[in-house]
């Protein structure tokens, strides 16, 4: 069995944005998202992760909190005025441990919160296409790579 692409009840492709302010692990994470069949975008700040989102809602975002010209909390702000986004999956991805205070203000949809320095990629790859309803085996793992 290999992976296949992730697609809603329609058969339209799953969509991620990567909000990431490091471009190299942006680069891993949307190639090892590709491998599974899931469509992936990254966005390197704030304001052009809020332009990706208004042109191109995604069906789930992986958020770093620090970003150079903001921070997630505001990405999540303006998400929850959003109709389409107010409850999307959201995967909070930063290097920084999350308080319970910055739980509350980073909540959107099913939320998870990882730290980037304990949980390695394939983690993270593993909790998005889980999130997306995407069924997970350590077989489709193997060749998914």
Known sequence: MTAGNVTDTEGTKKRILVIEDDPDLARVLLAMFRGRGIHGAHAASA???LERIRRAPPDLIVLDVVLPDGDGYQIVEALRTHDKLRNAPLIVYSAQEVDDEARRRLELGPTEFVTKSR????V?????????????TEESL???G
Not at 119 to 122: A, D, I, L, R, S
Not at 130 to 135: C, Q, T
Request: hydrophobic share 50%; proline share 9%.
């Open 119 to 122: 949980v390695p990629p394939e």
């Open 47 to 49: 304001a052009e992760a």
């Open 124 to 136: 993270l790859e593993r909790r998005v296409a889980e999130l997306l309803g995407h069924r997970v």
């Open 142 to 144: 193997a060749h998914a």
